[in-house]
């Protein structure tokens, strides 16, 4: 499928706007309290680039989102987000499928454990993007199933121990909260599926 | 030459207080450069801000960064990948609390230690 970017960036850009307070509040419950307003001022300044980025092709379009996101986000979900973003700039091939958005997002996923110093199960959006990456790579993903994965991921680190980030200072405290990286994964995973099956 | 001190906090006002720690020990003989705050003006860290802290305080001899919490360091991380390699190569991350990691790193430093003796100075703070 071609990947209409303009939508795409518009409709994640606006989710994740939209969600800025509840991803504060969440992380509010384990960490510093900024995960939504960081997010947002990276998105609106993507918003602001927009012109710039459409311009260029696909692949240098989103390491050009990933590099607005690094600059300007000021968390450490600005670095994390940026290197998906560039990743899946370099990685995302043409006209992908779901197993070649899978394969791509498995090499963000790659690349974030590195930039995060975490794995899977530390109570991160890693538990939500190696999830979804492996089973679009597994070539039975539909939208619905890629949309339920992320949402149940994201809901699946309620009960885990953060073990990376701000909410490991909490310890066994952390337990019982949603992370919040996780759900602003979700939220993003969610908007690119109802864009790319015309839902949005 | 002397090593150079980089200090990135969360807080405009630690990095300022950790700085001013650092030019009572060592006065102007460390090259010394800090930052605080994200793009937004709030708490936070930002590259850019990062990358003109390295600049402020670069020496050829190398630049030993230190940092509080875990965005201050990704985002540090992620600042000295944008450099060209010739400079990469010459900037080190602390593990090291920041306010006594800079103070003991800048007068290793102004005491004529290597960059590899800064780092492993400050981070004799860090339970290993």
Redesign the interface.
């Known amino acids: 499928m071609a990947l209409p970017l303009e939508i795409l960036l518009d409709t994640v850009s606006a989710r994740v706007i939209a969600a800025a307070d509840e991803l504060t509040a969440l992380d509010s419950a384990i960490g510093d309290a900024d995960h939504g307003v960081n997010l947002k001022r990276g998105f609106e300044a993507v918003q602001a680039e927009k012109a710039n980025i459409l311009a260029k092709p696909a692949g240098e379009a989103l390491k050009t989102v990933g590099m607005t996101l690094v600059m300007k986000v000021g968390g450490a979900s600005g670095p994390l987000y940026g290197t998906l973003f560039m990743t899946l700039g370099k990685e995302l091939p043409g006209n992908p499928t779901f197993a070649g958005i899978g394969r791509a997002l498995q090499a963000s996923v790659t690349a974030l454990k590195a930039r995060g110093k975490a794995e899977l199960g530390n109570k991160t959006m890693l538990d939500v993007l190696g999830p979804v990456a492996t089973h679009l790579e597994s070539g039975t993903a539909s939208f619905d199933s890629v949309r339920a994965l992320a949402s149940g991921s994201a809901r699946a680190t309620v009960p885990m121990k953060a073990i990376r980030g701000r909410a490991s200072f909490l310890g066994e405290r952390s337990i019982g909260h949603m992370d919040p990286g996780a759900r602003s994964s979700e939220i993003m995973i969610a908007a690119v599926c109802d864009v790319l099956e015309g839902k949005s | 030459m002397t090593v150079g001190i980089v200090i990135v906090s969360h807080s405009p006002d630690v990095a300022k207080g950790a700085a001013d720690m650092v030019r009572q020990m060592v006065g102007n003989g460390v090259p010394l450069g800090f930052c605080g705050g ?3 003006g ?7 801000k990062i990358l003109a802290a390295i600049d402020d305080a670069w020496s050829e001899d190398g630049i030993a960064i230190l940092v509080d ?3 201050a360091e ?2 540090s ?2 600042a000295v990948e944008m450099l060209p390699e010739e400079r990469r190569r010459k900037i080190v991350i602390c593990n090291a609390p920041v306010v006594e990691g800079a103070v003991m790193a800048a007068t290793e430093a102004w005491g004529g230690g290597s960059l590899a003796d800064v780092k492993r100075t400050a981070e004799e703070l860090s339970p290993q």
């Open positions: 994200d793009p937004g709030g708490l936070g860290t930002s590259v850019e919490l875990g965005g990704t985002n991380e992620m």
